[in-house]
């Protein structure tokens, strides 16, 4: 029962991740988030059979069936994430599954929109090296929301309460070190966009896991980092990498896998 729900949960994310990657593409651009998708490169309408997420690229082996134009490995990629995600999401809140249908389905519905905006969030700026301001502020949203909404565990939990004092200060926590560096270094270590996502993820997270997912952001980050600098002669060091995706990774293993690294 646990592995089909699963599963079905993660084809679920596929279809979703196939949407974000229409969200990421369109966004900040004149197009709307309607219409069929076509080829970047010769506008050849794809049918059903091209829109089948991960397969369709497998099958078409990663070119255009029209024009033969190589399609960006983006796609597959961030359907597998979302796809694996989801799965996370649901094998999470498995208990609350069994438990009450309802209240998963509104804690579910809540995390999945929560994370499906910080893959679109962590991907744009791998692409665009910016964070857009209006993405953090529906994260930060979101999260704050929560703070009256969730009980301890994150699951939905009525009537609405205060949230507790470090619950509230967690956003502007996490928040305050990524605006120091930006503010010392004048935004050559670290983008403003940093710092207001920061926000949206602390409140998300609360304390403990938010710490702990900005330490593993920058633990990964800096073996990245230093991969980049020996095998890429593109990458110095000054080039400029996108932090989100990191931050992005931090935030899903401190959620998916309760990480309190500093006893706080
Ligand atoms: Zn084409």
Redesign the pocket.
Known sequence: MISILTIIFFVLGLIVGSFLNVVIIRLNTERSLGGRS???????ILSWHELIPVFSFLLLQG???????KISIQYPLVELITGLVFAGLFLKFQDVFFLNTLIFSFTYAYYAAVFSLIIVIAVYDLKHKIIPDALSLILAIFGFVGLFFLNSNGVLSLPIHLPTLWGFLSGFIIAAPFAFFWLISRGAWMGLGDAKLAIGLGWLLGLSRAVSGVVVAFWVGAIVGIFLVIFSKEHGMKSEIPFAPYLALGTLLAFLFELHLFGI
Request: proline content about 0%; glycine content about 14%.
């Open positions: 076509g080829c970047m490169s010769c506008g050849h070119r255009c069936s029209k024009c033969k134009t």
